[in-house]
């Protein structure tokens, strides 16, 4: 028996083992019937089990005991000895507790409703594991592109435990309405309700959108504060973002600091096969007949979002609602125009051409011309790009500050600085040298 659990253990990763197969255990051995009885502590594990992980038991069953042997999971049940047994130790109360609801949730957001595949199995798996104990990973941060599931992977937690354990605080807030009801409570000079809301009276923090709160450095500081305090109780912490830590340029040391303490999980796009899932989930939800060619169009159309792959759902819904009948291939594709990612162009682009030939003629990277530094060397090439691009191909300074994450005065005020200078003739040289070979690639002017 114990070599059956060994075998087992070694097919799988450990933080894997720890999450989901922890309660596992070897009941029986039917060598009559040729079957392994296993036990787990609960339907939900025992269902997860067998859906994810069947093959490598099967394997495992087959490897100890022979390949007629199957397997079984049961989840343990307590008898009526033990019910009368518990609830003389710890009576229920008349009655019972509600939730301790301090915000509210998007009923749609929970474990349930979130379909994903397996680009995003470790994010849903650590999402559950914090749901079912919280503290175990503190604070966790989920970052991720606008539109993946974020947010829905958050409030999940909260409403798992709210359901689970309803004595536990649950706040739900966005650092907006953070900083909103800070800046109120520092203008009616009462900050110290608010640090008690906060701090004292929630056991479960979640913040959504801490992007939010770049460059506000007195918000941060309250947060820092308001952070320091729940860690040192033990309460958890969930902080959502659409910029990765890196990305979080404004933001103090110490408070990225707090947030590298605990885990850092990134929510994927969703691949084709897990695209198809979403949409058939949600036009069950919303009662859509959507037809096969229909639903497949729509996976390999919309890549990079959830929400754009609900609107689609949605839209099918409204027209049907109207024409009393599903939607065919034709209708959709007329329908969802607005939604569709437009098809990838082939041809050569502009900005990327001007910024390999920068750094391949002035010995800096993409990356340098990209970044906030203002080194001389990298400042002074940036400028020669925004030259070239305004001056001989007669795009806009805004469009061409975009290019270089720089505002439109920023190029217009570099530009003239570069007319009011004395550029040696090397220089000029490799510039009309890139000119060149622009103008041969995409004429002399583009716009």
């Not at 096969?273 to 159309?301: C, D, M, P, W």
């Not at 970044?371 to 940036?382: E, L, Q, T, W």
Request: charged residues 25%.
């Amino acid at each position: 028996m114990d070599e059956f659990i060994r075998i087992l253990e070694s097919k799988i990763p450990r933080k894997v083992w720890e999450l989901w197969f922890s309660t596992l255990k070897l009941d029986s051995i039917d060598h009559e019937a040729k079957e392994v009885k296993l036990i787990v502590s609960n339907l939900f594990i025992k269902e997860w089990l067998e859906r994810k992980y069947g093959k490598i038991i099967q394997k495992s069953v087959n490897q100890v005991f022979g390949k007629e042997y199957s397997y079984s999971i049961n989840f343990e049940t307590m008898n009526l000895d033990s019910q009368i047994e518990r609830s003389n130790e710890n009576p229920e109360p008349l009655v019972k507790k509600r939730p301790l609801i301090l915000s509210n949730l998007n009923n749609e957001y929970t474990f349930e409703n979130f379909v994903y595949g397996d680009e995003n199995e470790f994010a849903y798996n650590v999402a559950l594991e914090v749901a079912k104990r919280p503290g175990t990973y503190n604070p966790l941060f989920l970052t991720g592109d606008v539109g993946l599931g974020k947010t829905h992977l958050m409030q999940a937690i909260g409403h798992c435990i709210i359901n689970s354990m309803p004595e536990v605080r649950v706040l739900y807030t966005t650092s907006e309405a953070f900083a909103n009801e800070l800046i109120k409570a520092f203008k009616e000079n009462n900050p110290t309700l608010f640090r008690e809301k906060y701090r004292r009276k929630v056991d479960v923090l979640l913040i959504d959108d801490i992007q939010f709160l770049i460059g506000k450095n007195g918000i941060q500081t309250e947060l820092f504060h308001t952070m320091n305090e729940l860690l040192d109780q033990q309460k958890q912490i969930v902080i959502c973002s659409d910029r990765p830590l890196a990305e979080l340029k404004k933001f103090q040391d110490r408070l990225i600091s707090r947030f590298q303490m605990g885990l850092f999980v990134k929510i994927n796009p969703p691949e084709l096969s897990t695209r198809k899932l979403i949409v058939r989930k949600f036009s069950e939800r919303y009662g859509v007949n959507i037809r096969e060619e229909v639903l497949n169009y729509i996976a390999q159309n919309i890549e990079g979002s959830v929400r754009r792959l609900k609107g689609a759902v949605m839209k099918l819904l409204a027209q049907q609602k109207f024409s009393k009948s599903p939607v065919n291939l034709s209708e959709a594709s007329q329908l969802l125009k607005e939604l569709i990612d437009p098809p990838v162009s082939l041809q050569p682009n502009f900005r990327d051409s001007l910024l390999q030939l920068l750094a391949s003629n002035f010995n800096v990277s993409v990356d340098d011309l990209l970044s906030s530094s203002r080194k001389k060397n990298i400042s002074f090439v940036r400028m020669i790009g925004m030259y070239i691009a305004v001056e001989y191909f007669g795009y806009t300074p805004q469009e061409v500050g975009n290019w270089f994450n720089r505002g439109r005065t920023t190029v217009i005020h570099g530009i003239k600085k570069l007319k009011n200078s004395r550029i040696d003739d090397k220089i000029i040289s490799k510039m009309i040298l890139i000119r060149n070979h622009l103008s041969g690639r995409f004429g002399s002017s583009v716009i």
